[in-house]
Structures are given as C-alpha cells and as structure tokens.
C-alpha cells in the first residue's frame, strides 16, 4: 500500500512511464487540479422549439501534485526532468481510512508528465524544506 501522503486521509502515487522501467513516487503532500469538466451544449428543436441540453466531450484540468523534496526524491532529478514533455504517467489518488483500508475506488488521472518545479536552496537559509511540484497536461 502507498504512503498515507495526504493530511485529509489520501494516498497519492504518481508514476512516470520511461523507456528503461516506470519511476514509482508515493508520498505526494497535495493534488491539485485534475477536475472532470464535462462539456454541454444547448439545442432548441426548430418544431417544439423546446430546448434540450446535450452532452459533449468531457475534459480533465491540469494536475499538479507536490511533496517534500528529499534526498530520494532529488536523486531522481534528472530522470523527472527528462520525461518533462515526453513521458507519459498514472497518477492515483485513493481515499485512505483511519484503519489504513482504502475507501471506493481510486481516482486515476493520465497524460504527458509537465513542469517539475524543484525547490531553490540557500546554504545559509536554515531549516527551510524544499517543495517539488509538477504540473501535467492530462488525457481527457
């Protein structure tokens, strides 16, 4: 089972599909975005002239998922930053339990790895802890 990463009782696990093997990253503090967006349309029948709403292509904002920025995540620096705009990844998020059981079925998001946001460190800046981020295109 994945890291219990999100305070509100979430585990996120985001998986990035590279050629030599996929990179498996649990632990992710936040999940943004990534909301389902259906689209609609209106249409008036020219004979009843009664106007009906239609469905149309549902769409998925972008996501971005962050966490804290240790060493084993800085180690995979380099190879987040060559999927950047190349690799496909699965993000899951499941809601958790108080007795670590999942709850419903996971939400499953995929679509082009974006953006890694890495933190700017300052050798004198103390105890401050680094956030990385990634923000993604999705495929719906």
Request: glycine share 10%.
């Amino acid at each position: 089972m994945a890291d219990n990463s999100l305070d509100s009782g979430y585990s996120v696990t985001f998986t990035i599909h590279r050629p030599a093997g996929d990179l498996v990253i649990e632990g992710w503090e936040t999940w943004e975005g990534g909301v389902l967006e259906p689209a609609s349309s209106k249409h008036r029948n020219a004979v009843t002239r009664k106007s009906t709403a239609r469905g149309g292509l549902k769409e998925r904002s972008s996501l971005t998922v962050s966490r804290e920025c240790d060493a084993a995540t800085w180690a995979l620096k380099s190879d987040i930053d060559d999927a950047a705009g190349v690799d496909k990844y699965t993000a899951v998020r499941q809601k958790i339990s108080l007795r670590e059981e999942t709850i419903g079925d996971p939400e499953t998001v995929t679509g082009i790895v974006g953006t890694p946001t890495w933190p700017n460190y300052d050798i004198n800046g103390g105890d401050s802890i680094g956030v990385l981020s990634i923000e993604s295109e999705t495929d719906e």
